[in-house]
């Protein structure tokens, strides 16, 4: 497979990946496109608290082979920084997408087999990284639970 990611500064932030999303393990993930046409935004929680959200743009569920969609920290009264990570192939091996604190950033991502797991994550000032989707969230990058696009 092959992926590209690159994180541009400023507010024109853009950052390129490869995927769509479902839903594999997580029993509260949600879906990346619910249907053509129809994008669902994602969310990570931990304390309670809507930590990161995965918010698709408008039109991206469209078959045309790309998913756009702009990460957001959604606490970011909080200080703490989110970040956004993928893995192409299914073997745990993600890669890191960018990140952002206190705002957000764009996310295009397109790949040559349709499919990726997406994870997202909160690494809090004290350096604590807790990642997953949905609620379903662990400590350390790679645990928690992810989300599958697939089939753009």
Do not use: K
């Not at 994008?39 to 995965?54: C, E, K, L, P």
């Not at 082979?65 to 702009?70: I, K, M, N, S, V």
């Not at 990140?99 to 295009?108: A, F, Q, T």
């Amino acid at each position: 497979m092959r992926a590209r990611s690159r994180l541009a500064a400023g507010g024109a932030s853009l950052l390129m990946l490869t995927a769509l999303f479902g839903v594999i393990g997580a029993t509260s993930a949600e879906a990346r496109c619910a249907g053509q046409g129809n994008g669902v935004t994602s969310t990570m929680s931990y304390g309670g608290t809507v930590r990161v959200r995965d918010v698709p743009n408008s039109g991206t569920c469209n078959g045309d082979g790309e998913y756009h969609a702009t990460l957001v920290d959604a606490s970011s009264s909080d200080g703490h920084r989110v970040s956004f990570r993928w893995d192409g192939n299914g073997d745990g091996n993600y890669t890191s997408g960018g990140s952002v604190e206190n705002g957000s950033v764009g996310i295009l991502v397109t790949d040559n087999t349709s499919r990726a797991h997406e994870q997202l994550c909160m690494i809090t000032n004290a350096g604590n990284v807790y990642c997953g989707w949905g609620s379903d969230v662990g400590t350390g990058y790679g645990s928690g639970g992810f989300g599958v696009n697939s089939g753009f």
